[in-house]
């Protein structure tokens, strides 16, 4: 696994001569981000051999380089779900990689379903902590000792500092932020009622089906982490509404613009 992440560093270090300072992985609702930035240069995907390609309709496959204000920034336009089928070492090799290419924090973005009866569809939600539980860990199998210990340390995976950055950066821009526990499920089917009221039990706040395990990747290697969801419907059994991504789909993109300017204000401050 480290020789396939080395390759793959490699050969994206051949196409692109950058170093970027912050990771930023996108996620529903941010998927133009990029084209909003300084481009410096961008690297499909499926030009890195070994490289795990998303299948989601409307996940963008490519790495984009360049500069959010004076920061240099990675970008990964479109991430890769467990429950596509990957390995979950696979789903976190993006995250490896950027680690590799020289990325010390890392922004993570996703959209999730509200648990906390307190949320509605369009709140950001500042990830305070996560559950794991459902999902396999992403550091199951030989160690990679190049990267990090054994049996690494999860008590403040979402660093503090960014954090208190995460809610300078709302008061900065008048958006309200929420804070709370993301559960990570496997997806891609939505939680029963049933499901969503275990998650509840057990401390949650957010459900979704990607991030925890890109946060968990990039703890160990010692990348300092931070990620804010966009609650774009309620779980499972909170309204009398069916799910589907379409309304996921939507409340993200009706609150895009909020997300983009909240996310620029934060790489600025970290
Ligand atoms: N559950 C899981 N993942 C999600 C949800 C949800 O309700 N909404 C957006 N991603």
Redesign the pocket.
């Known amino acids: 696994m480290y020789q396939k992440l080395l390759a793959c560093a490699e050969s994206v270090k051949k196409k692109i001569d950058f170093k970027p300072e912050v990771g930023l992985i996108l996620g529903s609702g941010l998927g133009d981000y990029a084209d909003g930035i300084r481009v410096v240069g961008s690297v499909p995907y499926h030009e890195i051999e070994g490289f795990p390609v998303s299948t989601v309709k409307g996940h963008k496959g490519c790495f984009v380089f360049g500069y959010v204000g004076e920061t240099p920034v990675v970008i990964m336009q479109g991430r890769v779900h467990y429950y596509e089928g990957y390995p979950m070492s696979d789903v976190v090799l993006p995250t490896r990689l950027m680690g590799l290419l020289g990325i010390k924090k890392l922004v993570l973005t996703n ?3 509200g648990i906390n009866p307190d949320f509605k569809p369009g709140d950001f939600m500042m990830i305070a902590d996560h559950i794991t539980t459902g999902v396999p860990s992403p550091l199951i199998g030989a160690n990679l000792d190049e990267l990090g210990p054994r049996f690494p340390d999860m008590s403040e995976v979402y660093s503090k500092r960014m954090r208190e950055a995460i809610r300078a950066a709302a008061a900065a821009c008048g958006i309200p932020i929420q804070e709370g526990v993301y559960v990570q ?1 496997t ?1 891609p089917n ?2 029963t009622p049933a499901e969503v009221r275990m998650c509840r039990g057990w401390g949650g706040d957010a ?3 990607s991030t925890a395990c890109e946060a968990m990747a990039a703890r160990h290697m010692g990348l300092e982490v931070c990620g804010i969801s966009c609650i ?2 309620l ?2 059994g909170l309204s009398q509404q069916q ?1 589907d991504h379409k309304e ?1 789909q939507e409340t993200a993109d009706r609150v895009s613009a909020s997300f983009k300017k909240l996310v620029t204000e934060l790489i600025g401050r970290i």
């Open positions: 959209a999730a379903g499920l997806g939505y939680e459900v979704g089906m774009t419907n779980a499972a799910l996921v």
